[in-house]
């Protein structure tokens, strides 16, 4: 009868557990986000559909305006359009950064892009802002 020594198994099972995280991981950064101009973001300036942009990424953040801990009036001057300075500009700390992840709804199309790290959101909440 064969006899498999226990940490050969356990060696085996770590082996196919990273094999599977490469997998998924290839998977999840090969799947494409949604593209947007400027012009179709800029149709969603209202208060009950309001997106932003934020180094080319997209958001939807029409749940999020009213929780916004600085002032919901002061989000909706930059509704529809680019709030990165705003964003950046102020205290925002990485709590805040990594709040923004959830609201992803895409990002700008490449042509209109304007920074070196569109589209890596995990480089956007590693940043220092
Ligand atoms: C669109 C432009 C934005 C402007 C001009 C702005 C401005 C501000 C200001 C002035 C404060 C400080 C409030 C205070 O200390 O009294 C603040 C706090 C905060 N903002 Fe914004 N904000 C913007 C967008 C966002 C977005 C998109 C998020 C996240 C989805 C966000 C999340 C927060 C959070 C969590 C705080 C509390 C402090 C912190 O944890 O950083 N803000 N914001």
């Known amino acids: ?37 400027l012009k179709e973001v800029s149709n969603h300036y209202r208060e009950n559909d309001c997106w932003m942009i934020i180094r080319d990424i997209v958001y939807d953040l029409t749940n999020f305006i009213k929780e916004h801990p600085g002032g919901h009036d002061i989000m909706m001057e930059y509704a529809g359009s680019d709030a990165t300075m705003a964003f950046t500009d102020k205290p925002h700390s990485k709590h805040a950064s990594r709040l923004l992840q959830k609201y992803i709804v895409g990002e700008l199309v490449f042509e209109e892009r304007m920074y070196d790290n569109m589209s890596q959101e995990l480089t956007i909440t590693e940043q220092e802002w």
Request: net charge positive; glycine share 0%.
């Open 1 to 37: 009868m064969l006899f498999f020594p226990c940490y050969e198994v356990i060696n085996v099972l770590h082996i196919l557990n990273n094999l599977q995280s490469i997998i998924l991981n290839n998977l999840l950064t090969q799947s494409k986000r949604k593209e947007y101009t």
